[in-house]
């Protein structure tokens, strides 16, 4: 691995998205009725990874503070939308 300059360099972060795009994948042939359920819980458990990865990396050189954040909070989570074609990157 070269110089990590952002989140996206990391090999955890790429892994996470991985995990990501089979989530989506396997929870795609779920029945309907698992739609808001268990597939909507797993997809968000996948999603969460990067997110974290993503999180920590951008708090640890500049600690949030109670005042301002770090805000990586209010930022959406774009970046993990699965790969499909009505999603433009």
């Excluded at 995990?19 to 808001?36: C, D, H, L, M």
């Excluded at 268990?38 to 503070?65: C, D, K």
């Amino acid at each position: 691995m070269g110089q990590i300059k952002n989140f996206r360099d990391l090999d955890v972060w790429q892994k996470g998205m991985e995990i990501v795009e089979k989530a989506y994948k396997v929870t795609s042939v779920f029945p309907r009725r698992e739609q808001y359920g268990l597939a909507s819980q797993m997809q968000r458990a996948a999603v969460s990874i990067p997110a974290n990865v993503a999180e920590g990396f951008n708090v640890y050189p500049n600690p949030p503070t109670l005042v301002g954040g770090g805000g990586w909070g209010r930022r959406p989570h774009t970046n993990y939308c699965p790969p499909t074609k009505s999603v433009e990157h």
